[in-house]
């Protein structure tokens, strides 16, 4: 079924770790991501335009959550104006 969900979901949280990551581990976790992609068109369950469906839909999540994220501590959790003292 297009796009492959194995790899949306592997690159999807690869991307999503990145920042967070240090540049070794980066290569580890994208490491494993192309690992996931490759494993599931050499089992023949998917196709190579399956694979790069769900690369791309992997990217697009983790961008979404991404900015989601750095969005919320400035529109959700906003610390609220000291309230004044009673007198």
């Given at each position: 079924?297009?796009?492959?969900?194995?790899?949306?979901?592997?690159?999807?949280?690869?991307?999503?770790?990145?920042?967070?990551?240090?540049?070794?581990?980066r290569?580890?976790?994208w490491?494993?991501a192309?690992?996931?992609a490759?494993?599931r068109?050499?089992?023949?369950?998917h196709?190579?335009?399956?694979?790069?469906?769900g690369?791309?839909l992997?990217?697009?999540?983790?961008?979404?959550?991404?900015?989601?994220?750095?969005?919320?501590?400035?529109?959700w959790?906003?610390?609220?104006?000291?309230?004044?003292?009673?007198?």
């Amino acid at each position: 079924a297009y796009p492959s969900g194995h790899t949306t979901m592997a690159v999807a949280i690869a991307g999503a770790l990145h920042p967070l990551l240090s540049p070794r581990a980066r290569l580890v976790v994208w490491g494993l991501a192309a690992l996931v992609a490759v494993a599931r068109m050499h089992v023949a369950a998917h196709w190579p335009l399956d694979l790069a469906g769900g690369t791309a839909l992997g990217l697009a999540i983790a961008a979404a959550a991404w900015l989601i994220v750095d969005q919320l501590p400035s529109r959700w959790f906003a610390p609220r104006a000291a309230e004044p003292a009673d007198r």
